[in-house]
């Protein structure tokens, strides 16, 4: 019954940014009304975006949620993976091309699944900072040095930083009760 509880406060409180976005953005509107049509139609071309995109990450986190399984995931990814899962998760984060917001639901199905939490930090910020695509183009037209230059930093300091949050997140847990995993 309590972590019935626990689990409502939570959803209300997930839409309490929303609503600060909407008033801020109503508020915004009000004082500049003639961005209106800018921001309505930014707005449309988004949420246009996101609806032929969203039919197709459905089926990918679901093919996923079938093919891939825990043992995989925790032995790639998971707690013991060591640098292979630093690895794998630079990799996987570079491959795909797309807006980041396609990563999170693959993010959530690997934490779901066991991946060590600096493992997704590096995958999400891989997605976000290193595209192969990107690299080409970088070489292409910026030349190797800063392609290179740009990329061994970027790497290192993703590491860092999924190393850094980890350990944060363990610290700031410690005494708590993990409701996921039962302790």
Do not use: H
């Not at 795909?96 to 999170?104: D, K, N, Q, R, S």
């Amino acid at each position: 019954m309590k972590i019935e509880n626990k689990e409502r406060k939570m959803n209300v409180r997930d839409y309490i940014p929303l609503g600060a976005i909407i008033i801020v953005a109503v508020i915004m509107l009000l004082i500049f009304p003639d961005r209106i049509d800018a921001v309505t139609n930014t707005s449309r071309a988004y949420f246009t975006e996101m609806i032929m995109i969203l039919p197709a990450i459905l089926l990918i986190m679901g093919l996923f949620a079938i093919w891939v399984s825990k043992e995989i995931v925790i032995k790639y990814l998971g707690r013991t993976s060591g640098i292979k899962g630093i690895l794998l998760s630079i990799l996987l984060g570079a491959l795909p091309t797309g807006p980041l917001y396609v990563a999170f639901p693959m993010a959530r199905a690997l934490i779901k699944k066991g991946a060590r939490i600096s493992n997704i930090i590096i995958f999400l910020s891989a997605w976000a900072c290193i595209k192969i695509p990107q690299e080409i183009m970088e070489l292409q037209f910026l030349g190797v040095k800063f392609m290179a230059s740009r990329l061994i930093l970027t790497i290192i300091f993703v590491i860092i930083m999924g190393i850094s949050i980890e350990r944060i997140i363990e610290w700031s847990n410690k005494g708590k009760v993990n409701l996921k995993n039962g302790r």
